[in-house]
């Protein structure tokens, strides 16, 4: 299957972690890229595609945030990954510009199927189906998809105190004698 981008996959765990912390009051921006641990400007420009994308609602202010703009269970991931560009259109497996049963690619009677069942999904899981998977098993939760890379080690606080280590420091230069 043709993986979704870097882009994508924060906008569907960003969306995710909207409809299970945002129930009554919006999610700050900054709570989002915290708990997500994904950092806050490239964050920030996803939301708001979201929310131009008709996905999420944004408000200013102290009490300002992100919400879902419709029900979970009216929004699709096929909606919050339109924007980015990345599951409505079938491209090649084997990049051929043009691919289809009239010019078809070794492997297209195959790729069709699985491209196809990808589209599908994107179409017909909503957030609600997401939600639901959450609840009957936490460690689903979206705030647990961190990839090794994106662990950061805390720089304020007293967890930066323990986690850091030493700076090396180069000798002093020699004086020389002579």
């Known amino acids: 299957m043709m993986p979704l981008s870097s882009t994508a996959q924060y906008a569907l765990r960003a969306v995710l972690h909207v409809a299970e912390h945002g129930t009554n009051d919006p999610v700050p921006a900054d709570a ?82 699985v491209s196809a069942a990808q589209q599908m999904f994107f179409r017909e899981t909503t957030v609600a189906d997401l939600l639901g998977e959450i609840a009957d098993q936490p460690r689903m939760a979206p705030s647990h998809d961190i990839a090794p890379h994106e662990q950061r080690t805390p720089t304020r606080g007293p967890a930066a105190d323990v986690t850091r280590k030493p700076k090396r420091r180069s000798p002093a230069p020699r004086k020389r004698v002579g």
């Open 32 to 113: 989002i890229a915290a708990d997500l641990r994904v950092p806050r400007n490239y964050l920030s420009k996803t939301l708001h595609a979201l929310a131009q994308a008709g996905v999420l609602r944004s408000g200013r202010g102290p009490r300002g945030g992100f919400r879902l703009a419709r029900a979970a269970r009216e929004i699709t991931l096929g909606d919050i990954a339109a924007p980015f560009g990345e599951v409505s259109e079938r491209k090649c497996l084997l990049g051929r510009a043009t691919c289809g049963w009239k010019n078809p690619c070794s492997a297209h009677p195959r790729w069709e199927a």
